[in-house]
């Protein structure tokens, strides 16, 4: 923590204090698909950006995968104007 | 008199054609300017990702651009439509994130710098021969890697790779890659969201239509 501390103030005119990054963390804690996410101020810092990245990494895959079975249905689909009025009816 | 007159006109051509290059630029820049000033009024209230309502904005988006990629080729490569997806995504997100905004300019500058990027790797590449030092500048550099590596601490180290993460952070502050990261995920749950339904209409009505 201390280290911390001392970053922050060579950080140069703007000084980003503990609460701030602990504010921005507690944030991103919520965002996390954990179980245990209701337990806030258990897990530290390091660990929430860990998951964090994991998380990211985890949706980019998620998109990639999304989106080569998207692109197999957009190849056989017949017409898309029908799959758009569909859409737009369903939503 | 006609060759002088010859001599004098590509060199205005020449000119009117860079103070035009240089009018689309300023133009551009300032209709991105008008756009990010307006939008920095509205900067407290960020887009929320989870109602219904952003959703389908998102997803007809999407449509849209899914159909241009299909009309485009014949064959829609998974890469195309992943960067459709994106750029519908930083399209809906109205320019207010950094993330968005780096999506947006960075077709523009694939597209430009291509070209200047193959030229510096050639460059680089008859450097090191002609010096033949390659062996020692590859030492060195593990070397220095290797020392930052130790000397950040680890929440440090963090934040460097999520801000690689994060499209566009790569320069900024730890607070400021800490808050486009918690925009980033609830867009990319978005976008999961509204491509996974996409998918099932589409796999759907693929099924009923061949019955």
Redesign the interface.
């Known amino acids: 923590m201390s ?2 501390r001392s970053r922050s103030r060579h ?1 140069g005119s ?1 000084r ?1 204090t503990d609460d ?2 602990n504010d ?2 507690s ?2 804690q919520q ?1 996390l698909p954990e179980m245990h996410n209701r337990r806030s101020d258990k897990k530290s ?2 660990k929430v ?2 998951e ?2 994991n ?3 985890s ?2 895959r ?3 995968d ?6 197999e ?6 017409t ?1 104007q ?3 009025i ?3 009816i ?2 | 008199m006609s060759s002088s007159l010859m001599s004098a006109n590509p060199a205005l051509n020449s000119g009117r054609s860079s103070t035009r290059r240089r009018n689309k630029k300023k133009i551009q820049s300032h209709a991105i300017a008008e756009n990010l000033s307006s939008n920095d009024q509205h900067q407290n209230s960020p887009i929320e990702w989870k109602s ?1 309502a952003q ?2 904005i998102y ?2 988006k999407l ?1 849209q651009a ?2 241009q ?2 009309n485009g080729d014949g ?8 960067e459709a ?1 994106d750029r519908a995504l930083a399209t809906t997100a109205k320019g207010r994130t950094r993330w968005s905004r780096a999506i947006l300019t960075n077709r523009l500058k694939l597209k430009f710098m291509k070209k200047n990027n193959i030229v510096k790797r050639q460059r680089k590449v008859m450097t090191s021969i002609s010096t033949g030092n390659s062996r020692s500048q590859r030492k060195s550099k593990v070397k220095i890697l290797r020392l930052k590596s130790k000397s950040l ?3 440090q180290r ?2 460097r ?2 801000s690689r ?2 499209p566009g952070c790569r320069k900024q ?3 400021v890659v ?2 486009e ?2 925009d ?3 867009a ?2 978005m ?2 969201r509204a ?2 339904a ?2 099932e ?3 759907v ?2 099924s009923s ?1 061949s019955h």
């Open positions: 280290s911390r950080a703007s980003i701030q990054i921005l963390v944030k991103l965002l810092a390091t950006l860990q964090t990245c998380y990211i990494r949706l980019h998620e998109v990639d999304l989106s080569e079975r998207l692109s249905l957009l190849e056989n689909a017949d898309t029908a799959d758009l569909r859409s737009l369903m939503q | 219904d959703q389908q997803s007809s449509l899914l159909r990629v299909r064959s829609p490569a998974p890469k195309r439509v992943h997806a601490p680890a929440f963090k934040v790779v999520l993460l994060v502050p730890m607070p800490l808050e990261a918690t980033y995920i609830a990319l749950e976008q999961v491509m996974s996409l998918a209409l589409l796999s009505s693929g239509s």
